[in-house]
């Protein structure tokens, strides 16, 4: 069809950059008009919500079993926002979902549903609070829930900072979101000097539940085999396209791209090392 045939061209044009990750579906359900980014999600019905998630993660990582399941033509996926960004209490964006566990779990679960059923190897948390907790720190959710009653095997990556948002937390020192269940946070920018259990980490890599248990599927692993293949895959993508274009990258700007990248142990990549790109 041509909505698979746009789909399929639009995850080359991603991997032809160096990107192997989408931050997509996202599979919100809108309550209300009100909510500044209704226009996310699919529909204000389950139904259909659940009907396209499965369907995108398919088509986005490929059939999971299939021998071309996330290869060198699919990206891997993050089914957004865990969970219930689309009800929250008069459309407020990261505001307060007040609505029953039953309406939670049948209204705003339904992407997840289908979407984990298709394979979909990570899951982004919300900012939004449940009943007053914010979704990055809660437990009930994120662990007994999604990685116990739902069965996902992927791992948990936050939204911008959004662990910061937790009560008692700030961008760089939140542990109660590792004990939460999120296992990587998106920190790109507050991150390069935080320390966990006198560890120090690197930019998006605070990988925790994920890297102490084995991970269920091979193709995650892949991806993440070099702590660093996400940022450099973008940088040297980037660099190409420069020098093909018959742009001189003066040192300073080549030393600045190298410097900024931080493997997971916060070792800095020395002068001519290989990248090791997956």
Not at 268 to 276: P, V
């Amino acid at each position: 069809s041509r909505g698979r045939g746009e789909l399929y061209k639009r995850q080359i044009e991603t991997r032809t950059t160096g990107m192997e990750w989408a931050f997509a579906p996202t599979v919100a359900v809108p309550q209300d008009d009100r909510w500044g980014r209704a226009y996310e999600g699919y529909a204000e019905h389950p139904e259909i919500v659940a009907a396209y998630a499965g369907a995108m993660v398919e088509g986005l990582q490929g059939k999971a079993g299939a021998r071309d399941f996330l290869d060198d033509r699919h990206v891997m996926v993050s089914v957004k926002h865990f969970l219930g960004d689309g009800g929250t209490t008069d459309g407020k964006d990261q505001g307060n979902t007040e609505v029953t566990e039953a309406q939670l779990r049948d209204i705003h679960g339904a992407g997840y549903v289908t979407g984990i059923a298709a394979g979909a190897q990570t899951v982004m948390a919300s900012y939004n609070s449940f009943h007053g907790q914010k979704l990055h720190g809660h437990r009930p959710l994120l662990t007994d829930v999604l990685k116990g009653r739902m069965n996902f095997g992927g791992f948990i990556v936050g939204d911008w900072n959004g662990h910061g948002q937790i009560r008692g937390c700030t961008n760089t020192d939140c542990p109660q979101t590792l004990n939460a269940g999120r296992d990587m946070a998106m920190a790109p920018d507050s991150m390069m000097n935080h320390h966990v259990s006198g560890v120090s980490v690197g930019v998006a890599m605070v990988i925790h539940h994920a890297a102490a248990a084995p991970t269920r599927h091979a193709a995650t692993v892949r991806t993440f085999q070099c702590p660093i293949c996400l940022a450099t895959s973008s940088a040297e993508a980037t660099i190409r396209s420069m020098t093909r274009k018959g742009r001189k990258i003066r040192k300073p700007i080549w030393n600045a791209v190298l410097s900024s990248l931080v493997t997971k142990a916060g070792s800095r990549i020395e002068k001519g090392t290989s990248l090791g790109l997956a």
